[in-house]
């Protein structure tokens, strides 16, 4: 008997190992080799495009930190994530709280708010350049039918960014507030009836019982979008290409230009690992703090 | 009607008001893309702007297709995905199903392994990857494109979950009498599993279909591009044609739009299921 189980357990170690194979294969390749190789590029000075290298220790990662566009880079990421990541929370949690109220029509909504968040960054972002177009695009021309001259959105240094953080918060808001929608709905009903007849207005229900019940969640959300933000780059490539005059260089394209325009591989590998350290940190934070369930 | 129910009557048309003006104006873009994508190529360029076009015309959509070879690159994103999302729900199920049911050494340490894995943003692995690619002699090549997609720690995690979340006693019954664990899988499993597959496959299609910065960098030549590619490239021109531009967006973001409509749970669950790239 006993012998048949080891049996059993031999042949379930020889599946497994079988079935997680090919998944263990390919991500091996693709992420775990290389993130460990760009740690290794990032301490040479090497080229993409020619075969000799030079080891420069920390030199790539002191360049960086004292070139200005890759500081202006780290700015800009942060402007955008400031921009983004506290109206982004604040509407999508005011829109799930005004859903949650067994509306009709939820579907609907729910759809609506949902549409930006499937489809193609590329896509949408080439749709709001033309609606952002200064002379004929559809923002400006509204503008200028209440007596308004808009901006060159996305040709005016001041404006670039703000433009970039206006579609990004229109495009993640629906994600954010499904993550809200489905922590409000577990806060169980009974809690704002009894509130309610304690004599609690709407207001004072949403500071008092939804806010903390649904901290956890709006930790989680804050973390994921700022984890986000700090990776935003197809919207930058389409709509401004970091410019104009470095307005709105962040740091994902900063690594792009060097690695694929300018084929400096282990400076950008540099950059690459600057940005895993930092994500890394708001990963462990997430953990730590928000998730607890795997 | 008491005065409670009439504030809360009006409290109710409020919030729809509100919802209402607020999920018209997030549709507002498509709708702009749309119109936009039906008007002459000249007739956008009036200072008096207007929403519908005088005359809808498919000339736009004409010129997207032979200006620029939108419908190679469309069949390019089409393989290029189905590929993808094929090989991800296989490799999934497979590490799905060992994690949640089989018993084996390192088993949780493999998990750690592949959860952490999940937490390696793709920029940060992008420069080795392609060079890895290039030494494979797989630059511009449908291997290529698809080799560091076809499987995913996240699509591991959300079969494991969802097989946990799966009696067992089924599948025991069906060891005792002597169907092997491919036959459990295969006939006892997968038929259980549907919605937890859409929800993975829906989930793959899209990311395949709208990932962008990789397929950028790998393609070398036009007939290789997928669509994401070839639509973030007409942004660099100097004269735009908008509506040629908006009728390659209606085409490279339709697919999808129609796919979310159709399974819309799925694909809202999917996506809330965890913080993955969006």
Same mark, same amino acid.
């Given at each position: 008997?006993?012998?048949?189980?080891?049996?059993?357990?031999?042949e379930?170690?020889?599946?497994?190992?079988?079935?997680?194979l090919?998944?263990?294969?390919?991500?091996?390749?693709?992420?775990?080799?290389?993130?460990?190789?760009?740690?290794?590029?990032?301490?040479?000075?090497?080229?993409?495009?020619?075969?000799?290298?030079?080891?420069?220790?920390?030199?790539?990662?002191?360049?960086?930190?004292?070139n200005?566009?890759?500081?202006?880079?780290?700015?800009?990421?942060?402007?955008y994530?400031?921009?983004?990541?506290?109206v982004?929370?604040?509407?999508?949690?005011?829109i799930?709280?005004?859903?949650?109220?067994?509306?009709?029509f939820?579907?609907?909504?729910?759809?609506a708010?949902?549409?930006?968040?499937?489809?193609?960054?590329?896509a949408?972002?080439?749709?709001w350049?033309?609606?952002?177009?200064p002379?004929?695009?559809?923002?400006?021309?509204?503008l200028?039918?209440?007596g308004?001259?808009?901006?060159?959105?996305?040709?005016?240094?001041?404006?670039?960014?703000?433009?970039v953080?206006?579609?990004?918060?229109?495009?993640?808001?629906?994600?954010?507030?499904?993550?809200f929608?489905?922590?409000?709905?577990?806060?169980?009903a009974?809690?704002?009836?009894?509130?309610?007849?304690?004599?609690?207005?709407?207001?004072?229900?949403?500071?008092?019982i939804?806010?903390?019940?649904?901290?956890?969640?709006?930790?989680?959300?804050?973390?994921?979008?700022?984890?986000?933000?700090m990776?935003?780059?197809?919207?930058?490539?389409?709509?401004?290409?970091?410019?104009?005059?470095?307005?709105?260089?962040?740091?994902?394209?900063?690594?792009?230009?060097?690695a694929?325009e300018f084929?400096?591989?282990g400076?950008?590998?540099?950059?690459?690992?600057?940005?895993?350290?930092?994500?890394?940190?708001?990963?462990?934070?997430?953990?730590?703090?928000?998730?607890?369930?795997? | 009607?008491?005065?409670?129910?009439?504030?809360?009557?009006?409290?109710?048309s409020?919030?729809y008001?509100?919802?209402?003006?607020l999920?018209?104006?997030?549709?507002?873009?498509?709708?702009?893309?749309?119109?936009?994508?039906?008007?002459?190529?000249?007739?956008?360029f009036?200072?008096?702007?207007t929403?519908?076009?005088?005359?809808?015309?498919?000339?736009?959509y004409?010129?997207?297709?032979?200006?620029?070879?939108?419908?190679l690159?469309?069949?390019?994103s089409v393989?290029?995905?189905?590929?993808?999302?094929?090989?991800?729900?296989?490799?999934?199920?497979?590490?799905?199903?060992?994690?949640?049911?089989?018993?084996?050494?390192? =088993?949780?340490? +493999?998990?750690?392994m592949?959860?952490?894995?999940?937490?390696? %943003? !793709?920029? &940060? @692995?992008?420069?080795?990857?392609?060079?890895?690619?290039?030494?494979?002699?797989l630059?511009?090549s449908?291997?290529?494109?698809?080799?560091?997609?076809?499987?995913?720690?996240?699509g591991?995690?959300?079969?494991?979950?969802?097989?946990l979340?799966?009696?067992?006693?089924?599948?025991?019954?069906a060891?005792?009498?002597g169907?092997? =664990?491919a036959? +459990?899988?295969?006939?006892?499993?997968l038929?259980?599993?549907k %919605? !937890?597959l &859409? @929800?993975?496959?829906?989930?793959?299609?899209?990311?395949?279909?709208?990932?962008?910065?990789?397929?950028m960098?790998?393609?070398?030549?036009?007939?290789?591009?997928?669509?994401?590619?070839?639509?973030?490239?007409?942004?660099?021109?100097?004269y735009p044609?908008?509506?040629?531009m908006?009728a390659?967006s209606?085409?490279?973001t339709?697919?999808?739009?129609?796919?979310?409509?159709?399974?819309?749970?799925q694909f809202?669950q999917?996506? &809330?299921?965890?913080?993955?790239?969006?």
């Amino acid at each position: 008997m006993v012998r048949k189980w080891k049996r059993l357990g031999h042949e379930q170690t020889k599946t497994a190992l079988l079935a997680l194979l090919p998944s263990f294969v390919v991500f091996s390749v693709f992420t775990i080799y290389p993130i460990f190789h760009s740690l290794y590029l990032s301490f040479f000075n090497v080229s993409l495009v020619a075969t000799t290298k030079r080891y420069v220790g920390f030199g790539n990662y002191t360049t960086l930190l004292n070139n200005p566009t890759f500081r202006r880079a780290i700015t800009n990421t942060l402007h955008y994530t400031m921009g983004v990541v506290p109206v982004g929370i604040f509407l999508a949690l005011v829109i799930a709280v005004l859903l949650n109220n067994r509306l009709r029509f939820l579907g609907f909504f729910r759809s609506a708010f949902f549409t930006p968040v499937i489809t193609s960054m590329v896509a949408v972002s080439l749709v709001w350049t033309w609606m952002l177009e200064p002379n004929y695009g559809l923002i400006n021309s509204l503008l200028s039918k209440i007596g308004i001259t808009g901006p060159g959105w996305l040709t005016d240094p001041k404006w670039a960014m703000t433009s970039v953080i206006i579609l990004s918060i229109w495009k993640n808001l629906g994600y954010n507030m499904v993550i809200f929608l489905a922590g409000l709905q577990d806060i169980p009903a009974e809690v704002y009836e009894s509130a309610q007849i304690d004599g609690a207005t709407s207001i004072q229900s949403f500071f008092r019982i939804t806010i903390p019940m649904i901290k956890p969640t709006l930790g989680f959300a804050t973390i994921m979008s700022i984890m986000g933000s700090m990776k935003v780059f197809g919207q930058i490539y389409v709509m401004t290409g970091g410019g104009p005059a470095n307005s709105t260089m962040v740091v994902v394209y900063y690594l792009y230009q060097q690695a694929f325009e300018f084929y400096r591989t282990g400076y950008a590998s540099a950059v690459a690992w600057i940005l895993f350290a930092v994500i890394l940190v708001f990963t462990i934070i997430q953990m730590r703090f928000f998730r607890t369930d795997y | 009607m008491n005065s409670h129910k009439l504030r809360t009557t009006i409290s109710r048309s409020i919030i729809y008001i509100v919802l209402l003006t607020l999920a018209v104006s997030m549709l507002l873009p498509f709708a702009w893309m749309l119109l936009s994508s039906l008007k002459e190529e000249n007739e956008v360029f009036t200072y008096e702007m207007t929403w519908m076009p005088s005359k809808i015309t498919f000339s736009g959509y004409h010129r997207a297709l032979t200006q620029q070879p939108f419908l190679l690159y469309g069949l390019n994103s089409v393989l290029v995905s189905v590929i993808i999302t094929t090989a991800q729900v296989v490799t999934a199920v497979l590490a799905g199903y060992a994690f949640a049911r089989l018993e084996f050494p390192g =088993r949780n340490i +493999v998990f750690m392994m592949y959860l952490s894995a999940m937490m390696i %943003p !793709a920029q &940060a @692995t992008i420069i080795p990857a392609f060079i890895l690619i290039r030494k494979l002699g797989l630059l511009n090549s449908y291997r290529g494109l698809t080799l560091p997609f076809l499987a995913t720690p996240f699509g591991a995690f959300l079969m494991r979950q969802f097989f946990l979340s799966m009696p067992k006693s089924l599948e025991e019954a069906a060891i005792i009498d002597g169907c092997s =664990r491919a036959q +459990v899988l295969l006939r006892i499993v997968l038929p259980l599993t549907k %919605p !937890a597959l &859409a @929800t993975l496959g829906l989930f793959s299609f899209m990311t395949a279909w709208n990932d962008f910065m990789w397929p950028m960098i790998i393609t070398t030549t036009a007939n290789m591009r997928t669509l994401q590619v070839g639509l973030a490239l007409l942004s660099t021109d100097i004269y735009p044609d908008w509506p040629m531009m908006m009728a390659a967006s209606v085409m490279a973001t339709l697919p999808v739009i129609l796919a979310f409509l159709s399974a819309q749970k799925q694909f809202i669950q999917s996506l &809330a299921f965890t913080g993955v790239k969006f």
